[in-house]
């Protein structure tokens, strides 16, 4: 049920949307104005893991084998965790060299906070 791709995609827990102006859950904003070369390959497989989700649902629907559905779920949590990989480092190649180099210290905090959060 679940594909297995090398491509690097990526996401932000904090709903990073770049070349737009966004707020974070706390009280800052930036702008972001550089490309991320992976953006269309990590919406491409948050798509893959958003239609894998709809078929794990249809599985329970079902009454498909609990250990079958408890499966497709673990995969699920390893494409999401694959695609949030690949976002931390883009991230680190473009917005945080560029925090470093405009001493964007709120970046890096905010960097932190998100690891802090992604590796729960």
Same mark, same amino acid.
């Given at each position: 049920m679940s594909e297995h791709h090398e491509d690097h995609e =990526? %996401? *932000? #827990? @904090? $709903? =990073? %949307? *770049? #070349? @737009? $102006? =966004?707020? *974070?859950? @706390? $009280?800052h904003t930036h702008t972001h104005t550089h490309h991320h070369e992976n953006t269309k390959a990590v919406l491409n497989r948050m798509n893959r893991?958003?239609?894998?989700?709809?078929?794990?649902?249809?599985?329970?629907?079902?009454?498909?084998?609990?250990s079958e559905v408890l499966i497709q779920i673990a995969a699920?949590?390893?494409?999401i965790n694959n695609i949030g990989k690949i976002i931390l480092e883009d991230h680190i190649k473009h917005c945080v060299v560029d925090a470093v180099q405009?001493?964007?210290?709120?970046?890096?905090?905010?960097?932190?906070?998100?690891?802090?959060?992604?590796?729960?």
């Open positions: =990526h %996401i *932000h #827990d @904090h $709903e =990073h %949307i *770049h #070349d @737009h $102006e =966004h707020t *974070h859950g @706390h $009280e893991a958003i239609g894998h989700m709809e078929s794990v649902k249809k599985m329970v629907e079902d009454g498909r084998d609990c699920v949590r390893s494409a405009t001493g964007d210290e709120q970046c890096l905090q905010d960097l932190e906070d998100a690891i802090n959060k992604f590796i729960k």
